[in-house]
């Protein structure tokens, strides 16, 4: 009897994981983990037009305390994409080990990036990527609180970031003087040839802010 319930709860255990993993990719029409590690994993989502060529690389959860606003990016593609006629790539870090030591939580999150997101870009080789993240604003050292931060430097990327301004005006163009992810993740994603933008948000904004201006993002995305 005793061995017919500990089978049973093992059972009812592994339902429950198995719920867990199909709840926390639902919306998306694929999912894959590409990637772990003993301090975290890398799963990669795909919205839209799976048939399109024109894709666009989202990447969310590289500092795992800005999950604020990778909450809400993470439901507007979820939301917004399903009659797009784009391609998004979601590349969604999980960091399991310490996530919300600022430190540690930031370096294991930047080491997943480098090691399963950027090869991974470069095999899908999107038209534009994009890194999300929250920022403190002047406790950060940054000028503004709402930006996009263009990595490659190139005419096709101030092209995808002159066309995301028209809709979102607010948002500025500038280059931050200090960041520590951009060597491990943007900046190699960059030297391929891709464009690749950092957009930053204020962290510090209410959710619902944040949810409005990602929906709003990626509705723009949607135009382009």
């Known amino acids: ?6 089978d049973y709860m093992r059972k009812l255990i592994s339902i429950f994981i198995c719920l867990i993993f199909v709840f ?17 994993w890398v799963e990669k989502q795909t919205y839209g037009n799976l048939s399109s060529t024109n894709t666009i690389a989202i990447i969310v ?10 909450d809400a990016m993470v439901n ?9 006629n784009k391609k998004y790539i979601l590349y969604r870090i999980h960091v399991t080990k310490t996530p919300m030591n600022y430190y540690k939580g930031r370096m294991y999150g930047q080491l997943l990036g480098n090691k399963f997101v950027v090869p991974d870009v470069k095999r899908s080789h999107p038209n534009v990527v994009f890194d999300i993240h929250e ?21 096709k990327t101030y092209s995808y970031i002159n066309r995301v301004k028209t809709k979102m005006p607010f948002l500025k163009v500038y280059v931050p003087p200090s960041g520590t992810s951009p060597k491990y993740v943007t900046k190699p994603i960059a030297s391929k040839g891709i464009p690749t933008i950092i957009y930053e948000t204020y962290k510090y904004d209410s ?18």
């Open 1 to 6: 009897m005793l061995l017919i319930k500990g």
């Open 24 to 40: 926390s990719v639902i919306g998306a029409s694929s999912a894959a983990v590409i990637g772990k590690t003993n301090y975290g």
């Open 61 to 70: 959860g590289v500092h795992p305390r800005e999950h604020g606003f990778h």
């Open 76 to 84: 507007a593609l979820k939301t917004q994409t399903a009659s797009s």
């Open 135 to 155: 920022d403190a604003w002047k406790s950060s050292g940054y000028k503004y609180p709402r930006f996009l931060d263009p990595v490659s430097k190139t005419s």
């Open 207 to 224: 959710y619902s802010k944040k949810v409005a201006d990602a929906n709003l993002f990626i509705n723009t995305l949607n135009k382009l």
